[in-house]
């Protein structure tokens, strides 16, 4: 098993920043990728950002690149979405994700086996 645990995250306006962090434990050598995903209320989980587990390759969603940049610390085990120039429209609940193969950008949020409690963004005009 592994556990995901995100922290990070809270209210800000617009054009602001937020870091967000996920720590992973248990059995991480099992893991292929670390994604976030986020869900704004009323609409279904959709993928942000991905980064393998060896850090070699990062993905985006096209609304965000350019804005939001994943990476991740291997001695720490952390995987960190660092979150630019923000908009309302970002406002949502960002989840990290882990799996042990990438699915591609489109696959759904079900794919992902291990998930972490969600934390909450919110940006204000």
């Known amino acids: 098993q592994v556990q995901l645990v995100e922290s990070g995250g809270g209210s800000v306006q617009a054009g602001g920043s937020v870091r967000l962090s996920c720590a992973a434990s248990g059995r991480t050598f099992s893991l292929y990728v670390v994604s976030w995903f986020r869900q704004a209320v009323g609409k279904e989980r959709d993928f942000v950002a991905a980064?393998?587990?060896?850090?070699?390759?990062?993905y985006y969603l096209d609304s965000v690149e350019g804005r939001f940049t994943i990476s991740r610390d291997i001695a720490k085990n952390t995987v960190t979405l660092q979150m630019n120039s923000l908009t309302p429209g970002d406002t949502a609940v960002y989840y990290c994700a882990a799996a042990d193969r990438w699915y591609g950008l489109g696959a759904p949020a079900r794919l992902y086996r291990y998930w972490g409690q969600g934390t909450q963004v919110t940006v204000s005009s």
């Open positions: 980064i393998t587990w060896n850090a070699t390759m990062t």
